[in-house]
Structure formats: structure tokens, C-alpha cells
């Protein structure tokens, strides 16, 4: 078994853990609707901004190994484009839809706005298993995907980047088969159609861990407004994947202490410490999986998010945070890795027993930051050291931090809110600058 195939493999059978997708849109439309009737958006732009600019739904057929046909669907929403491109990830999943992209590609156009990128909001993928499919299939799938997309993205018009399921190999199957099908004189010039290449591929240097990196930063940004010792601190990481690995690593290095950890194969814990290298060694020579690691003993899952810590982290999909687990949880701040981890409901429930929730469109937007330095990097020819990245992203990062955190507390509202109210007034000025056409 080759090395990709292996990896979709292990991922998939994390990401098919079957959690409830039905509700994002609601979700995303009553936090967008919130925060609109906080700062009276205009009634106009509050009707352009609720719908997807395009819906891209695309039938297409691949050659298996055995010589036989399949035809795969595959998505991609576009929900605006006001502020640049439209930028998000691409997911091979069975639940990937119309619904959930429309939600996710909203919740991008947010966060690149919030982040003061250039870019809107996209997302989609394909609905398929990768861990039925060769690695030759899982290619020959990608780039007839690419090829059915084929105008609808573009390096100054829509850029992809890795989600669920996909990886750096995927990015650079996709950049290779859309530089292909450009004039010889223009390949060159659109290796930035994606980002999370390869570091030999155009990739950033960094881009692996920039995501953890932008959880980390926030809870140590939150930690030292409120004159919080991070030193000692409990926290517990659903997903222990790219997200919660380095997230978990970083919090590691300032002092804190792992003491549980979540899968899609059960839940681990260690009230003195759970040590995160060793807990990803094991993983790797274990599929992918946390279950049985030596220094800690099982915990029913639905336990999990009861468990005694000061800080949660989930970093696997939405939803997880619900009615049924809010009043359960212990911690004084979740700092969301995830999309759209928490429902409304479950928020509602967090809010009133006090806890700060650092949101997903401020959290986890390391890793579409460090998706600007990579389209950046390619752009203008250039290469970029793993220092200068992180302390670029160390910046940018703390930007963000401070312009949602400063909001809430002069509005006195929660930082979902705040952020979402601070986004979508640079979007709302975009179009009143510009006007509408015609």
C-alpha cells in the first residue's frame, strides 16, 4: 500500500464517524442573521450576502483499475467574491453536499474577511470514500474533477486548497492537471490555483502546522487579556489530526497539559498528562488511531466533553457541541479548530453558564492565512523562510485577536458575534464603495 493511499485511509476512517451535517446552513444563517441585526446591515446587501453567488454540481466518469466506469459527483459553492477570489478547501467525503458546501462556503467568506485577506468564500469536494479507491484512482478521480471543473476555478478567480480527506498530493494533482490544460505560455504563471502543495511543489514552507499554530496563538492571546498562566492548564483536543496535533504541541511548549484526547476510535485520558509526541508516534504505527496508547485509559466517548480541564479544543467536524453536551462541559474556553463545531443551541447554553467561545472564523483561520502566504509566495517567484511564515503569521494573527476581542468587549456581546459583525462590515463597505451593477 502506497503511502497517500495509506494516509486517506487512516483519515477517512476518522473523518466517516457519522456526525449530523443536517442544521449548518441553519446554524451559519442564524449567526450571520444575528450579527446583521447588530450592526443594521443594509437590507440589500443582507439579501446578496444569504445566497451563493454559484453552485457548481459536475457528473463525471473515471476508469477503475479493473477497466470499469464509475461516475462520481462532484460540488463546488461559491458563496461571494466581493473582497477577491473565492478561497476554501476541497473534501473527499460520502456526506459532502450541496447543504453542507453552501454553509461551509459561507463560513469562508467570513473568515477571509475577518482575516483582511483578498479573497471570498468557496468550498465543495467530491462524495466518495478515498479508502475504496487505489491511489491511481484517487488520482485519475482528482483530475478528472479538476478538468470537469475547468473555468469555474483559477488562480485570480477561485483557489482550492486540502480539506477533509485531501492532502498536499491532492493539491499538486490538481495545480499539475489545470497548468496542463493552460497555453504553454501560462502554465508557469498558475501554479498559485491552489494551495497546501507540497514544499517541493510551490508549497509554503509551515503550511502543515499553520492551522494548529492559529489555535494556539488565540488561546494564548485570550490567556494573556485576562491575565491567565497558561502554565499547568487542563485541556482536551477532540481530533487529534493536523489541527489537534499542533495545537495541542504548542499549548504543550507554554506549559499546559494534554489530559484527553477524542477520536472517531474512542476517548483517551490522563489527568497528569498526556505527552502529544508520544501520543502521535503511537498513532502513526497504530492506523492513524489513539486507541489502547499505553499512558492513559479509555473513557466513554460520551463522556468526553464532561471531562475536568480549563480549556476545549475540538478540532474534528461540526456539530459536536449540542444541547445534549453543553451543560456538560467543564472548561472556561473552547477554542474551536473545527468548522462549525458548536450548533446555536449548544452555544446558547455555553454563553449563559460563562464560557468564552474563541470562534471557528477567528481560531482556525491560521491555515487560510498561511494559504495568502503560499498564493503570495507563488504569485510574485518567491520563496519563504519557516521563520519569517511564522512570524508573519504570528502578526496576522494577532490582528485578528485583538480587533474581535476589543469588539466584544466595547459591544458587549460573545466574540462569535463580534467577529462575524467585523467581517461582514468589509464586506458591507465593499459594496457601498463600489456600488452594484449595473
Known amino acids: 500500500m502506497t503511502t497517500l493511499t495509506a494516509d486517506l485511509k487512516k483519515t477517512t476512517k476518522k473523518a466517516t464517524k457519522k456526525v449530523p451535517v443536517r442544521g449548518m446552513m441553519d446554524n451559519v444563517m442564524e449567526q450571520f442573521n444575528s450579527a446583521a441585526d447588530q450592526i443594521n446591515l443594509h437590507p440589500n446587501i443582507r439579501k446578496i450576502l444569504s445566497i451563493t453567488n454559484n453552485e457548481i454540481l459536475v457528473n463525471f466518469p473515471v476508469k477503475m483499475d479493473n477497466g470499469e466506469v464509475e461516475i462520481f459527483t462532484g460540488y463546488r459553492v461559491q458563496h461571494n467574491n466581493a473582497l477577491g477570489p473565492y478561497k ?3 473534501r473527499y467525503h460520502p456526506t459532502v453536499d450541496l447543504d453542507a458546501a453552501r454553509a461551509l462556503a459561507m463560513w469562508m467568506t467570513w473568515k477571509t474577511s475577518l482575516a483582511g485577506l483578498p479573497y471570498g468564500g468557496g468550498k ?3 462524495k466518495l470514500d478515498p479508502s475504496k479507491y487505489s491511489e491511481g484512482e484517487l488520482e485519475r478521480i482528482t483530475r478528472r474533477f479538476t478538468f470537469a471543473l475547468a473555468d469555474n476555478i ?3 478567480h477561485d483557489i482550492p486548497a486540502p480539506d477533509v ?6 493539491m499538486a494533482w490538481i495545480a499539475d492537471t489545470y497548468m496542463s490544460t493552460r497555453p504553454p505560455a501560462e ?4 501554479q498559485h490555483i491552489v494551495t ?3 514544499d517541493g511543489s510551490g508549497g509554503l514552507e509551515g503550511r502543515d502546522r499553520a492551522t494548529g499554530y492559529g489555535v494556539y496563538l488565540t488561546i494564548k492571546f485570550w490567556a494573556e487579556k485576562n491575565d491567565v498562566n497558561l502554565e499547568g492548564k487542563k485541556f482536551i483536543v477532540q481530533g487529534f489530526g493536523n489541527v489537534g496535533y499542533w495545537a495541542a504541541l504548542f499549548l504543550e511548549r507554554d506549559g499546559a497539559k494534554l489530559v484527553a484526547v477524542q477520536d472517531a476510535y474512542g476517548c483517551i485520558q490522563n489527568q497528569k498528562g498526556i505527552a502529544v509526541e508520544e501520543l502521535s508516534k503511537y498513532t502513526k504505527i497504530n492506523e492513524g488511531s489513539i ?3 499505553p499512558d492513559a485509559k479509555p473513557v466513554n466517548k460520551d463522556k468526553f466533553f464532561g471531562l475536568d480541564c480549563d480549556i476545549v479544543i475540538p478540532a474534528a467536524l461540526g456539530n459536536q457541541i449540542t444541547k445534549e453536551n453543553a451543560s456538560k462541559i467543564k472548561g472556561k474556553l473552547i477554542a474551536e479548530g473545527a468548522n462549525g463545531p458548536t450548533n446555536v443551541e449548544g452555544e446558547k447554553i455555553l454563553l449563559d453558564k460563562g464560557i468564552t467561545i474563541i470562534p471557528d472564523i477567528l481560531c482556525n483561520s491560521g491555515g487560510v492565512v498561511g494559504s495568502y502566504f503560499e498564493w503570495l509566495q507563488n504569485r510574485n517567484g518567491e520563496i519563504w523562510q519557516l521563520d519569517e511564515v511564522m512570524a508573519k503569521l ?4 494577532k490582528e485578528s485577536f485583538n480587533k474581535v476581542y476589543d469588539y466584544s468587549k466595547n459591544e458587549n456581546i460573545d466574540m462569535r458575534t463580534a467577529a462575524f459583525c467585523i467581517a461582514i462590515e468589509r464586506i458591507e463597505k465593499a459594496y457601498i464603495q463600489r456600488g452594484i451593477f449595473p
Open 88 to 90: 476554501g478547501g476541497l
Open 124 to 126: 465543495g469536494g467530491i
Open 154 to 156: 483559477g488562480p485570480e
Open 165 to 170: 480527506n485531501t492532502n498536499s498530493q491532492t
Open 187 to 190: 502554465r508557469n504563471a498558475n
Open 196 to 198: 497546501g502543495k507540497p
Open 291 to 293: 486507541a489502547d496508547f
Open 394 to 397: 504570528d502578526k496576522k494573527m
